[in-house]
């Protein structure tokens, strides 16, 4: 397929970041997907590093690769996490959640010192929102949450796979909320969590160092933020 030429480049790019004895966050979806098999090359040659992953599937994956994996309790910092994203506008500002992973992934992204997002170039906008915005929420009276979520124009509609409700690794369902266009990230992302029932939502705002942008050609080309002092714990 056309679009994993940009994908493949995306991801294969951000494994370059990786330096033997990093402990590297593995994100989630089919460009993550690039960079974790270039990273389970960068393994089986010899590189040492230490992996926590976003995902049920990816975390397969990257033992699939041979990655090794450390359970949270022994991670004393996440160096780099790359993950990917279904929208990003260029001031790294990114929507997630596509895949449904989006409370492992943020979890990690705010951990993580360092966020590098990979992914094909239809995924940069000028204004967030055209995707719709993926809100994970607990599975108790999520019909009221619903109803919350509804009253206050998020149009959501509840995740289905395979004509049954979707399920997220987390035991939560997702709502994809329709905005069109999202004037307000910032201010909307306080609403959503304002909502009992909101477990967590997949604006990604302040958490992205650099987007890489995979093109079909192949290329890739990077938007970086300033460094803003971010730590790992
Ligand atoms: O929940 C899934 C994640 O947020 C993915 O990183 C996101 O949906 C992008 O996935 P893909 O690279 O497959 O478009």
Redesign the pocket.
């Known amino acids: 397929m056309q679009t994993d030429i940009g ?1 493949k480049a995306a991801g294969e790019k951000a494994a370059e970041y990786i330096k033997p004895g990093m402990t590297v966050g593995l ?7 690039y960079a974790i098999l270039r990273i389970g090359e960068l393994v089986r040659a010899g590189m040492e590093i230490k992996a926590v992953a976003t ?1 049920e599937q990816s975390e397969q994956l990257a033992r699939e690769q041979q990655i090794p994996i450390i359970p949270f309790d022994k991670v004393e910092k996440i160096d780099i996490d790359i ?4 929208e990003a506008d260029a001031q790294l500002q990114l929507i ?7 409370l492992r ?1 943020k979890i990690i992204a705010v951990a993580a010192k360092e966020m590098l997002v ?2 094909d170039e239809s ?1 940069l906008v000028k204004q967030l929102g055209k995707f719709p915005l ?1 809100v994970e929420i607990a599975t108790f009276a999520w019909e009221l949450t619903f109803k919350q979520l509804a009253a206050s124009g998020a149009n959501p509609v509840l995740r289905l796979k395979d004509n049954n409700r979707f399920v997220t690794d987390n035991g939560n369902y997702i709502l994809d909320c329709r905005y069109q266009k999202i004037h307000n990230a910032a201010a909307l992302e306080a609403q959503l969590n304002s909502v009992p029932g909101v477990v967590e939502n ?1 604006l990604f705002l302040h958490y992205a160092s650099k987007l890489i942008i995979g093109y079909q050609d192949g290329t890739v080309r990077e938007i970086t933020r300033p460094y803003q002092g971010k730590k790992s714990f």
């Open positions: 994908k994100g989630t979806g089919s460009t993550a997907y995902s993950d990917g994203a279904d997630k959640g596509g895949g449904g992973a989006l992934e990979v992914m995924k993926p997949g």
